[in-house]
């Protein structure tokens, strides 16, 4: 019987894009609006401003802007992309996913497309995990997005959470073929036993959407014990950049910069320090974007890359923490 060798670390990135949307919201349009001040969103958070989406834009629509800057990146074509992934807890409708429109929208023929749906801030690592292997069985170019439209679906009262988040897209194409960065190895992980940490529950069938539920705004209301999130964050982010340099040989003396899911800048300060990394070799965008969800990782690797924070011959190391809990990181060799 014949059989395949899965060549693992074949996947290269093709093309890096995002996109965030114009409107700005600061702290002090938060504290008009919540009992909160810019001093302790800055103390506690280093959040200063993030983006919000127009009334007019959906998440299909910052879909759309970021793979379409990859896709021009990569120099490729929507008929080029052969799977699509989209990371996403906000999705455009509940069913079908957000990959489905996006097909359309961007024109890629009938190939396959789903979403990696509830995995919170990890979506977009965890998927890097399943494009290469899609690449290695399939030999495809795959779309990966990590999408978030908080700002419309998040309670605007509730001060413990509200002023975290921030909307916006990041995209890359991975392929076999030639590209900017070739991705080394990812490591992902999940410890279902603290689902109750951080959770959005209502509209599942434990408790499905009903008038009273609209109206208590259970629908927007999301459970989080803050405390026990920057612990299991801290720990399984650096956890990741440990595992993923020791998978491929490599230690942290080695690594150009570490991109981390940007939730707070105390949370990054902390994974740096447990990594063994000083700051000047680590990115950071919270300030100006806040917590991203799963598109602050591509949002990040699309920021450094722009700026020039980047460089051919760099080692990368991408790592992400949300609810589940799920984590990965990502080593990519430019
Ligand atoms: O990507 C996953 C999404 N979630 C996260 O990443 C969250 C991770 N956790 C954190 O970032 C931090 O735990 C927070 C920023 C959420 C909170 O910081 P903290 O230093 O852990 O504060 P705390 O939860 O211990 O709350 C301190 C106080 C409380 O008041 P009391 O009980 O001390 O009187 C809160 O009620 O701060 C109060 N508080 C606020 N005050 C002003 C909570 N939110 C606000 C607010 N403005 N927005």
Redesign the pocket.
């Known amino acids: 019987m014949m059989s395949r060798r899965l060549e693992v670390g074949m996947a290269r990135i093709l093309g890096i894009g995002g996109y965030v949307p114009d409107k700005v919201m600061t702290n002090d349009d938060?504290a008009a609006i919540?009992?909160?001040?810019d001093e302790?969103?800055t103390t506690?958070?280093g959040i200063k401003e993030r983006r919000f989406a127009a009334e007019d834009e959906s998440t299909l629509d910052l879909c759309v802007h970021a793979a379409e800057r990859a896709l021009a990146d990569a120099g490729l074509a929507a008929t080029d992309v052969g799977e699509i992934i989209v990371a996403t807890d906000t999705p455009e409708v509940y069913m079908p996913d957000t990959a489905s429109f996006l097909q359309h929208r961007l024109g890629c023929d009938t190939v396959p497309a789903y979403d990696l749906g509830g995995s919170?801030?990890a979506g977009f690592v965890q998927a890097l995990d399943i494009a290469r292997s899609r690449i290695a069985f399939a030999d495809r170019k795959v779309l990966v997005i990590g999408v978030e439209l908080i700002s419309r679906l998040i309670s605007w009262q509730e001060?413990?959470?509200?002023?975290?988040?921030g909307d916006g897209a990041g995209a890359v194409v991975l392929g076999s073929g030639a590209g900017q960065a070739e991705l080394l190895d990812v490591v992902a992980g999940t410890d279902g036993s603290k689902t109750d940490i951080?959770t959005l529950v209502a509209g599942g069938t434990r408790m499905p959407f009903t008038i009273e539920t609209a109206r208590s705004g259970a629908h927007q209301h999301l459970e989080?014990n803050?405390?026990e999130?920057?612990k299991q964050?801290v720990h399984r982010m650096s956890g990741g950049v440990d595992d993923v340099l020791s998978r491929i040989g490599r230690t942290i003396d080695d690594v150009a910069l570490v991109i981390p899911?940007q939730?707070?800048k105390?949370?990054i300060d902390a994974v740096a320090k447990k990594a063994g990394i000083e700051l000047d070799r680590v990115f950071v965008n919270v300030q100006s974007f806040g917590?991203t969800?799963s598109a602050s990782v591509p949002l990040g690797l699309w920021q450094a890359r722009e700026a020039n924070r980047i460089a051919e011959g760099d080692l990368v190391v991408l790592t992400a923490?949300?609810?589940g809990f799920h984590w990965a990181a990502a080593a990519l060799q430019f």
């Open positions: 938060w919540v009992d909160t001040t302790w969103i506690r958070t919170g801030c001060r413990e959470t509200c002023v975290l988040f951080l989080m803050g405390r999130v920057f964050a899911h939730a707070n105390r949370i917590n969800g923490f949300g609810a």
